[in-house]
């Protein structure tokens, strides 16, 4: 498995940016999806952006497409979530998670928005957006 920890969050003003860090550590992450889920107060978790195990494609959620920017480096193990023009109701617990495709899920662009498919999870970082 690999263990991830999530960093960056804090509290910030409507209009602001905030860039979220995911560590990971125990192995490599470069054959992994990884993704960004978040879970609003009295809300389901639910898919935000994640990046192809390549790096080659990204894919967002409507709601944060154009403000948020996903990112990896696997030389540092390190994926990355560039969030501009936060919204009141971008607060949220944010939650990094790796997917370890299977045999048959191997395509470059390959990646899932569905929670039980992710195979690792972080922590999450409390992000808070003020009005």
């Known amino acids: 498995q690999v263990q991830l920890v999530e960093s960056g969050g804090g509290l910030v003003q409507a209009g602001g940016s905030l860039r979220l860090s995911c560590a990971a550590s125990g192995r490599t992450i470069s054959n992994y999806v990884m993704a960004w889920f978040r879970q609003a107060p009295r809300k389901e978790r639910e898919f935000v952006a994640a990046?192809?195990?390549?790096?080659?494609?990204?894919y967002y959620a409507d709601s944060v497409k154009g403000r948020f920017t996903v990112s990896r480096d696997n030389v540092k193990n390190t994926v990355y979530l560039l969030m501009n023009s936060l919204k009141p109701e971008d607060t949220a617990v944010y939650y990094c998670?790796?997917?370890?495709?299977?045999?048959?899920?191997?395509?470059?662009?390959?990646?899932?928005?569905?929670?039980?498919?992710?195979?690792?999870w972080g922590q999450g970082t409390q992000v808070t957006v003020s009005s």
């Open positions: 998670a790796a997917d370890l495709p299977k045999p048959g899920n191997y395509s470059a662009s390959y990646y899932s928005r569905v929670l039980h498919d992710y195979d690792d």
């Open positions: 990046i192809s195990w390549s790096g080659g494609s990204t």
